[in-house]
Structure formats: C-alpha cells, structure tokens
C-alpha cells in the first residue's frame, strides 16, 4: 500500500536538544518537501528535495537541516537554534510535473 | 511572488445547507490551483485542481471550485454539506520547479464547522 510514513506521530523534548523527525515514502515520488504548520498561519515551506543528494531551503529553513541520501528518505532535523520548535511538521511528496503534493500524517513536536 | 487569501477564518453552516468557501490569489502568469482538506491533528488530502480549460473543476466527496481568472478566485462550492465535511481547508496556488518538483503557497485556511 503506498504512501508517506511520518514517525513518530507524537515528539517531546527539552528545549536545547536536537530532534529529527523521519519521513519515509513508497510511492516512487522524486521531490519531498518539509512544511511546518502553525495556527492560524497556514504550510509554511521549511525545505525541499527534488533529487537525492540535492535540496533547498524553503521559506522558514533557519533552524532546521535536512538530508536525501535515498530517494524514500527525508528526515528533519530541528536544532536548538530554531526559536520557536513547537508545532506540527508535515512531510509531503510529488511527482515530477505539477500534481500537487500527497502527505504524511504529520508530528507534532512540543519542546518543554 | 505568489500568494493566496482566504479571507473567512471560520465558517458555521448547517448541515444539507449549501457552503462557498473563499480563496484569491496573486501570481503573475497561469496560476495552477489546488484545495485540501485537513481532519485535526491529520495531513492534508486533495480535494481538486486546476490547471487550464473547463474553469469549474469537480472534486471528490463532492466538492466543485470554479476559477475565475477576472476576479482572481478560487472559490469551493458544495451544494449540500454533511456533518463529515466538519475541518479545515486551505486553498494553493503553485508552480512547477525546474527540477521537476512542485512549489505551492497555501492560505491560512478556513475551519468548517457544522451545526447539526
């Protein structure tokens, strides 16, 4: 059954830690992409890959890094240099040509 | 740079009432324009698209937007809503990268709520 795995689910930690977040697809989809959603502020892109090994950061990409070493593969890594971590992070994926974006369940992230 | 608008936060109608929901947007060649739905603490599914031709687009679950390029809109229709169709909804405009990817903008969205 195809589809964007995002775990987990639920994500606490300290303020100061680092935290990846994970994003595994099967749906042979060349680009993924990062979002961070907020309420009451809509997506807001953090970064995107269209190819392994390539990626570019997106509109909010301070405090956040990212890797594509397989093309199933996206993590995000949220440092401690982001200032305001909490929120819920979606993973998305397409195809080449303008289909829109499938997406992931999403992680909610809550630093205490 | 592209943007979109929608300007209605919250919107209540009563269940097998009909229900528009609002979206302009801003770009400036052939706007591509899509709108998801959103159940809480869920990822988004796309309810339809617009590329070119026909400028009303039929959708799943019922859902129907037309596209008007005159007034910049986008605006959802369903002409008899059910308690299910209870969430939120964000309108996208979006364009093709040059490596193939998508890049989309997405509205604040509009949360529906259904009164029984």
């Known amino acids: 059954d195809g589809g964007i795995t995002q775990s987990p689910k639920y994500l606490f930690r300290k303020e100061g830690q680092n935290v990846t977040l994970s994003c595994e697809q099967n749906?042979?989809?060349?680009?993924m992409y990062w979002y961070r959603q907020d309420p009451g502020q809509g997506l807001r892109l953090i970064y995107y890959s269209q190819i392994v090994n390539d990626f570019q950061k997106g509109d909010i990409a301070e405090g956040y890094s990212v890797s594509r070493e397989k093309k199933e593969s996206f993590p995000l890594t949220v440092t401690s240099a982001q200032k305001n971590p909490t929120a819920f992070y979606l993973c998305?994926?397409?195809?080449?040509?303008?289909?829109?974006?499938?997406f992931g369940s999403g992680t909610r992230l809550t630093v205490v | 740079a592209q943007s979109v608008t929608q300007p209605d936060i919250h919107i209540t109608v009563s269940e097998g009432a009909s229900l528009e929901l609002r979206c302009n947007y801003s770009?400036?060649?052939?706007?591509?324009l899509f709108w998801y739905v959103q159940s809480p603490g869920q990822g988004l599914q796309l309810l339809l698209k617009?590329?070119?031709?026909?400028?009303l687009v039929q959708g799943i679950k019922g859902f129907e937007a037309e596209f008007k390029r005159s007034q910049s809109s986008f605006n959802l229709r369903k002409p008899s809503v059910h308690w299910s169709d209870a969430a939120e909804y964000f309108c996208a405009v979006g364009y093709i990268l040059t490596g193939g990817g998508n890049k989309l903008t997405f509205g604040t969205g509009t949360q529906l709520k259904v009164e029984l």
């Open positions: 617009y590329f070119s031709g026909d400028t």
């Open positions: 749906l042979n989809h060349d680009a």
């Open positions: 998305a994926t397409s195809d080449r040509g303008l289909h829109g974006y499938t």
């Open positions: 770009y400036g060649a052939t706007p591509y």
